[in-house]
C-alpha cells in the first residue's frame, strides 16, 4: 500500500481554538487516520518534520519571530498551506495590538497594568524568548497561503469538508452553513 | 456662537425659505460668512429646518469645502493632480510652506492663511494652478508662489490678485480672471458662432415629441462618459409618469485632465442654457438646475447674469418667446467639492440638500430622479449639441462624425505636450493624428477619459475616438517615455480613496488596498504574484461596486496592468534567496521595535548583508 499523504499543522498566534475544532471531527479522526498521516503537529506532538507533506494547516498569524520561522518551515515542507481561523486569516484578536506602538504594548503588559508587580521595571528577556513583531501579521503576509477557511474557529465539519475534498481530489464545496458566521 | 453669527444663520435659512432642500446653499452661505460650519452652527440650521442635526451634519462633513472648524479668511487650494504635479506643483508647494510657515493642512495663527490640497480644479491645461478662495491662479512656479503668499499676508485678501486677465469672457467684468481659453481648435457644433434664441425658437415651432425626434434622429450621445442616446433619455423621461418633470445640466466636471465644460461655461453660456430650455420644452419640465462644482465658483456672477439676461429676453420664465403654456426657469446650485456628485444619483442627492451619496439604480433618474420625479440629466456640452442640433437640423449634424458617432467632440488635452487645451473635432479622429495636432512627439501612454478611463500605449495610438472604439468624455492626459505610470496609477487610485463616498465596501476597501498595493510595489517590496492579487482584486470591485466610481476606479492599475506590465515588473527586485518567504515582508523592519525592546539582535535570523532573513 502507497505510503499515506502526511499533513502538518501548527499553532502560531492563536488560542488554539482551532485546533480544537480539529479535534471536534469526533470519531471522524478515525476515518482521517486512515486517509493521512499526521507530522510535525501539536496533535502527535511530533516537533520536527519528517518528510513532505500533502497539507499543512495554520493557526494563528505571526506575533514573533519564532511563528515567522515555523511558518517558513511549513511553505517549505508542505505541498498546499491552509490558513484556518480568523487569526491565522487576518491576525485576530492579537492584532488587536496592532493599533499601538509596541512599546506602549510592553509597559501595559510588564510595567503599568494593574494586575502587574514588578519593581525592576525590566521586560521578560531570557535569550530564547523569540523577539516580538512591531505588528501581527496574517500568515499570508509573510508566506504564500494556499487557502483560507474562515471562521473562528472554522467549524469541525467545515475543517472535514475541506481536508478530505483535497486529500481526495475533489472541488472544495463548503456549503452555506458551514460559512455562515451569525 | 455670537448673537450676530446666530442671527447670521437665521437669516441664511429664511433667504432658503427654510426649505431643507436648499441645505447646500445654506451651508455654503453659512461657511462663507462665518468661516466654518461649527456644530453650533449645525444644531441652528437644524432648528431652523425642522430636520434631525445628523442630516446637517453627514451633509456638513462629506463635502470638501465645509468645514466645522474655522478655517483661514483666505483658502489657498494647491491642485495636486498628476498633470501639476509633472508641471512642478512640488516646489510650489514647498515655496508656499516656507513663504507662510505653515504646512498643508494648517491655518496660520492669525487665522488669515490656511494651505490646502485640491484634486483637479479643472486647470490641468495651465498647471500647476491653485485656487485662492474662488480665484484661480495658473501657471505658477515657486517664484510666483512666493510672490502670492506675500501679498497674501500682506493684504490678507485675494481681491487685487489678479492683475492681467486672460482672453475671450475671462476679461469679462463679471468674471476677470487670469484663466486662458486655450481653444487650441474650434469646431462647427459647440465653439462656431451661434445666435442666441435661434435654436429654442425652431424648437417651440415643433411639438415636444418632434424636438425628441429630432434628436433621436440627430444621433446625438451623451457627451459627459457613459454615452446614452440623449434622445431615448428624453423620451423615458417625458414617458414616465407624474406632473412634475427636471432638466439638469450636469456641470460638475470633477474628472482630472477635464476642462472643456469651464470652457463652454466662459464662452457659450447662451448656447448650454438654451440646450437646457430646449430638454425642458421636450420633457415637459418647468424647472432646470444647473449644478456647478464648487471649483469653478469664478464664473456663478458671470452666469448669474447671463441667466438674468434670458429672463429680459423671454427666453427663460413665463411664456417663453411668445410660446403659450411653455414656463422653463434655471436655478443655479453651486456644489462643494466633491467628485461623486458628477454622478448623476449622487448629483440628485446634492440638489435635493443631502450628502452627495450616489443611489441605487434602478430607478434611473429618468425615472425617479430629483424630488422623485422623472428627471433628465445631461452634460453641459451635450445641451450646446441640442440648442446646435435644433438651429441646423438632425441631418447636418449626424453627417459629421462617424456612423455611430454623430457630430463633433470636445477634448481636453493635457500632460506633455506643446499645446494644451481645448480642441473640437469631429468623431473619428485617430489618436496618432491627436499626438500630432497637439504637438506630442514623445507619447509613451495616454489615460484617455481621466483616472476612471484607461491607460493605452503605443499600440493602441491607432484608435479611433468615437463610441465604438475608444469612447471617452474627452480627457486625453499624455505622458512621456520617462515618466512612471505605476506610480501615476498610484496617485490616481488616492484621489479615488479620497473621493469614495464610502457607501459600500468593494469601493471603500477594495481602492484602499489596490493603493496599498502599488505604494509597496513602489517601494520595491512587490512580487510577481502581488500582479495576480491586483488584478483580482481590481475585477472585484469593479464587479461589485454600487455606482460608477467604483465601477470605474480600478481601471488605471488594470489599464496600466494590462498596458505596461514590464513597468510592474522592473520594480521586483530580485529574490534575494530566501524563499518562501513573500517579497514584502520586510523581517528585519518587522523586527526593529522588538530589538531595541530587547536590547539584542535576533538569534535565529541573521541579517543577511543588512537584508531580509
Ligand atoms: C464618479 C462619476 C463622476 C461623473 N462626473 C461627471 C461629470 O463631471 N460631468 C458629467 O457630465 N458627467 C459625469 N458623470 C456621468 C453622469 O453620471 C451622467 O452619466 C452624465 O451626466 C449624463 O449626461 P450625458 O448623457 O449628457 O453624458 C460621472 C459619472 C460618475 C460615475
Ligand atoms: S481563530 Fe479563533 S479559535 Fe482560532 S486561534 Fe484564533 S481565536 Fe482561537
Ligand atoms: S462605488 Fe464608491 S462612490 Fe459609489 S456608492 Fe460605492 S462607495 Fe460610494
Known amino acids: 500500500m502507497a505510503a499515506k499523504p502526511k499533513v502538518a499543522t501548527a499553532s502560531l498566534a492563536g488560542c488554539f481554538g482551532c485546533h480544537m475544532s480539529i479535534l471536534d471531527i469526533d470519531e471522524r479522526i478515525l476515518d482521517l487516520i486512515e486517509l493521512i498521516d499526521f507530522d510535525k503537529s501539536p496533535i502527535d506532538d511530533l516537533k520536527e518534520f519528517t518528510g513532505r507533506c ?13 511563528n515567522v520561522r515555523n511558518l517558513i518551515e511549513f511553505r517549505k515542507h508542505c505541498d498546499l498551506l491552509i490558513s484556518v481561523g480568523e487569526c491565522a486569516i487576518c491576525g485576530g484578536i492579537p492584532a488587536l495590538r496592532n493599533t499601538l506602538p509596541l512599546q506602549e504594548c510592553f509597559d501595559e503588559a510588564y510595567k503599568h497594568g494593574p494586575t502587574v508587580y514588578n519593581p525592576s521595571g525590566q521586560y521578560p528577556n531570557d535569550p530564547d524568548l523569540p523577539l516580538i513583531l512591531n505588528k501581527v501579521y496574517p500568515c499570508h503576509e509573510v508566506v504564500k497561503i494556499d487557502y483560507h477557511l474562515q471562521g473562528c474557529p472554522p467549524s469541525a465539519d467545515t475543517i472535514w469538508a475541506a481536508l478530505t475534498a483535497l486529500l481526495t481530489g475533489k472541488p472544495v464545496q463548503l456549503p452555506y452553513e458551514l460559512i455562515k458566521y451569525d | 456662537m455670537s448673537a450676530q453669527g446666530a442671527a447670521h444663520i437665521k437669516a441664511i435659512c429664511k433667504a432658503a ?57 483666505v483658502i489657498i487650494r494647491l491642485c495636486n493632480d498628476v498633470v501639476d504635479q509633472m508641471n512642478g506643483a512640488a516646489e510650489v508647494a514647498a515655496a508656499l510652506e516656507t513663504e507662510l510657515g505653515i504646512r498643508f493642512g494648517e491655518t496660520s495663527p492669525d487665522g488669515a492663511i490656511s494651505l490646502e490640497y485640491a484634486p483637479c480644479i479643472g486647470l490641468s491645461d495651465q ?114 409618469g407624474g406632473d412634475q418633470r427636471f432638466i439638469i445640466c450636469n456641470a460638475d466636471e470633477g474628472e482630472p485632465g477635464t476642462f472643456k465644460d469651464r470652457v463652454l461655461m466662459t464662452e457659450c453660456p447662451d448656447l448650454i442654457f438654451e440646450g437646457m430650455t430646449i430638454a425642458g420644452y421636450a420633457v415637459g419640465a418647468a424647472e432646470g438646475i444647473f449644478y456647478l462644482r464648487a471649483e469653478y465658483a469664478y464664473l456663478e456672477k458671470f452666469l448669474t447674469a447671463i441667466l438674468t439676461q434670458r429672463r429680459k429676453a423671454g427666453q427663460l420664465g413665463q411664456t417663453i418667446c411668445g410660446k403659450a403654456g411653455f414656463h422653463f426657469d434655471i436655478r443655479l446650485q453651486m456644489g462643494a467639492g466633491a467628485y461623486v456628485c458628477g454622478e448623476e444619483t449622487a448629483l440628485i442627492s446634492s440638489c435635493e440638500g443631502r450628502r452627495g451619496d450616489p443611489k441605487n439604480r434602478p430607478p434611473f433618474p429618468a425615472q425617479k430622479g430629483y424630488k422623485g420625479c422623472p428627471t433628465s440629466v445631461n452634460n453641459a456640452e451635450t445641451l450646446c449639441c441640442v440648442a446646435r442640433i435644433l438651429e441646423c437640423g438632425p441631418g447636418w449634424f449626424a453627417a459629421m462624425g462617424t456612423k455611430g458617432s454623430a457630430g463633433t467632440k470636445l477634448l481636453s488635452i493635457s500632460g ?60 486625453f492626459i499624455l505622458f ?85 506590465r514590464p513597468a510592474y515588473e522592473a520594480l521586483f527586485k530580485k529574490s534575494r534567496g530566501h524563499e518562501p518567504v513573500l517579497a514584502n515582508f520586510d523581517l528585519q523592519a518587522a523586527l526593529s521595535q522588538g530589538s531595541i525592546l530587547a536590547g539584542r539582535a535576533s538569534s535565529i535570523f541573521t541579517p543577511v548583508n543588512g537584508s531580509q532573513p
Open chain 1, 54 to 66: 500533502a497539507i499543512g494547516l495554520i493557526e494563528g498569524g505571526c506575533c514573533n519571530e519564532e
Open chain 2, 17 to 73: 425659505g427654510n426649505d431643507p432642500a436648499r441645505l447646500m446653499d445654506i451651508a455654503i452661505a453659512v461657511q462663507k460668512q462665518l468661516g466654518a460650519v461649527s456644530d453650533t452652527a449645525i444644531d441652528l440650521i437644524a432648528t431652523h429646518l425642522k430636520i434631525p442635526r445628523v442630516d446637517v451634519d453627514s451633509l456638513v462633513t462629506f463635502y470638501a469645502f465645509f468645514s466645522k472648524t474655522p478655517k483661514g479668511r
Open chain 2, 127 to 240: 498647471a500647476p494652478a491653485a485656487l485662492i478662495n474662488d480665484v484661480p491662479v495658473t501657471h505658477l512656479d515657486s517664484g510666483k508662489a512666493r510672490h502670492l503668499a506675500q501679498l497674501l499676508k500682506r493684504e490678507g485678501t485675494q481681491a487685487r490678485l489678479v492683475k492681467t486677465f486672460g482672453d475671450g469672457n475671462n476679461a469679462h467684468d463679471l468674471i476677470r480672471s487670469m484663466v486662458v481659453n486655450n481653444i487650441r481648435e474650434t469646431g462647427p457644433v459647440i465653439l462656431a458662432p451661434y445666435t442666441s434664441g435661434s435654436g429654442l425658437k425652431k424648437a417651440l415651432a415643433l411639438s415636444p415629441a418632434e424636438v425628441i425626434r429630432d434628436i433621436k434622429t440627430s444621433r446625438l450621445r451623451g457627451r459627459g462618459g457613459a454615452g446614452f442616446p440623449t434622445g431615448m433619455k428624453w423620451d423615458f423621461t417625458r414617458q414616465a
Open chain 2, 416 to 475: 506633455d505636450c506643446a499645446r494644451p487645451g481645448v480642441y473640437e473635432v469631429p468623431f473619428g479622429v485617430k489618436v496618432s493624428d491627436l499626438l500630432k495636432k497637439v504637438g506630442a512627439d514623445h507619447t509613451a501612454a495616454i489615460q484617455v477619459g481621466g483616472p476612471s478611463g484607461r491607460m493605452i500605449g503605443p499600440k493602441e495610438f491607432n484608435r479611433i475616438i468615437c463610441y465604438d472604439d475608444l469612447s471617452t468624455g474627452g480627457s
Open chain 2, 480 to 564: 512621456n517615455k520617462g515618466r512612471n505610470v505605476v506610480d501615476i496609477a498610484r496617485q490616481f487610485m488616492d484621489f479615488f480613496v479620497e473621493e469614495s463616498c464610502g457607501y459600500c465596501t468593494p469601493c471603500r476597501v477594495g481602492n484602499v488596498l489596490l493603493r496599498n498595493k502599488l505604494v509597496e510595489i513602489l517601494a520595491g517590496h512587490g512580487a510577481l504574484e502581488d500582479l495576480a492579487y491586483l488584478e483580482e482584486l481590481g475585477r472585484t470591485t469593479k464587479l461589485a461596486s454600487r455606482c460608477g466610481l467604483g465601477q470605474t476606479s480600478p481601471n488605471p492599475v488594470l489599464s496600466t496592468l494590462e498596458n505596461f
